[in-house]
């Protein structure tokens, strides 16, 4: 069972929907400008997706160059990762903003900076996305790290 596990280091990424739904994300898949891409972890070991709420995750591409200096050890190729559900009301995060270092949540149009550590650029939310730093390893996109913050909204 997926139940309670969360995303690890050496875990890589699903894509949640679309025609490549339960296929891994390679680094080429994700590219600036573009809207969220809404992934779950996979366990590369036992092929397990891990498909929840909880896990839901972003990710995006910065232009390297745009990236906050904090975020260069936490990002591959200008790709970050964050989770997936607003810290407004929890809606999953989807939107396109023309400055491919925002990510938009369509439920109230709050904003957030994901080549700056997710930090809330337009409210209603206040709290920032939680990130998960990723690496590029033999050419895969593998997570490096633990989500850095609590997931969606306040209790
Ligand atoms: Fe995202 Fe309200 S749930 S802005």
Do not use: W
């Amino acid at each position: 069972t997926t139940r309670g596990r969360r995303a690890e280091p050496g875990h890589r990424f699903a894509f949640m929907t679309g025609d490549k739904e339960g296929e891994v994300v390679a680094p080429s898949d994700v590219k600036i400008g573009e809207q969220p891409l809404l992934v779950y972890p996979m366990d590369a070991e036992t092929g397990d997706i891990l498909a929840s709420r909880a896990n839901l995750l972003i990710l995006m591409r910065v232009p390297e160059g745009d990236l906050d200096p904090s975020m260069e050890q936490h990002a591959a190729a200008g790709i970050v990762a964050y989770s997936a559900i607003c810290t407004h009301e929890g809606c999953p995060i989807s939107g396109q903003h023309e400055n491919p270092r925002m990510a938009v949540c369509n439920c109230h149009g709050s904003t957030f900076d994901v080549g700056n550590n997710g930090v809330v650029v337009q409210g209603p939310a206040v709290r920032r996305l939680a990130m998960l730093p990723v690496t590029i390893t033999d050419g895969a996109l593998v997570v490096a790290g633990k989500l850095n913050g609590p997931i969606g909204p306040p209790a």
